[in-house]
């Protein structure tokens, strides 16, 4: 089940032809210079994606391999895979579910479509193209009949409040609204709901190690 949309994106009014499509080989080299660029220092560079887990991602799950072109330059990308999972039992960490990002554990008849990674060219992110993608991956997710989007999210402005605030009370800070985080905030306007706060959750000094993990409930399921 192949993706390809095309639209259009708005810089201050201006239209900008996007495309939205899978992403395959011949993207690896932009892949990697998209992540460097993303997530610089103190993120682990070690966390970038090498081609190894590109190659994964293409052929184990191609469905869940997305990017966001515009003008023939790779500016965004979101990967995915398919996991059982109970929302009952939520606490994992990212390393576990993602098989640290090799995605080896895919599991063609999972219930639930998990987020891996998602980035957005900081030259490309007043486009709302992160958006954009997460749309598609919505998609991809009644369109496979799955029962939920499930990830993650950063909180990468925790380590501002970590010493006036424990991360349970910054993320319910940042759920109604008082604190502005640039992923869980993103999230949230993507219509991600809160399922659960998970500490260590990923190697990442801007959160303190923790993630909110956050859900998307396909809407014809019932």
């Known amino acids: 089940m192949a993706y390809h949309k095309e639209l259009f994106a708005f810089d201050d009014g201006k239209p900008i032809p996007v495309i939205i499509r899978n992403y395959n080989a011949d993207d690896f080299e932009g892949m990697i210079e998209l992540q460097a660029e993303c997530f610089p220092p103190p993120f682990p560079s070690e966390l970038w994606w090498n081609e190894k887990q590109l190659q994964n991602h293409v052929s184990l799950f191609p469905e869940g391999a997305i990017c966001v072109e515009s003008d023939g330059e790779l500016v965004g990308s979101m990967t995915a895979l398919r996991v059982q999972f109970d929302p009952k039992n939520p606490h994992h960490t990212w390393e576990e579910m993602t098989d640290n990002g090799y995605i080896r554990n895919h599991d063609p008849k999972g219930n639930t479509l998990y987020v891996v990674d998602i980035c957005i060219s900081p030259r490309y992110r007043k486009l709302k193209l992160g958006q954009q993608m997460m749309q598609a991956m919505y998609q991809t997710v009644v369109a496979l009949k799955l029962e939920r989007l499930v990830g993650g999210g950063r909180m990468p402005g925790y380590h501002r409040y970590a010493d ?58 019932g």
Request: one cysteine or more.
């Open 164 to 221: 006036r605030m424990t991360a349970k009370q910054y993320s319910q800070a940042v759920i109604t609204g008082e604190v502005v985080d640039p992923v869980v905030t993103f999230l949230l306007r993507c219509g991600r709901m809160p399922l659960a706060l998970i500490e260590n959750y990923l190697d990442d000094a801007e959160s303190h190690n923790y993630a909110l993990l956050m859900e998307w409930k396909n809407p014809f399921l």
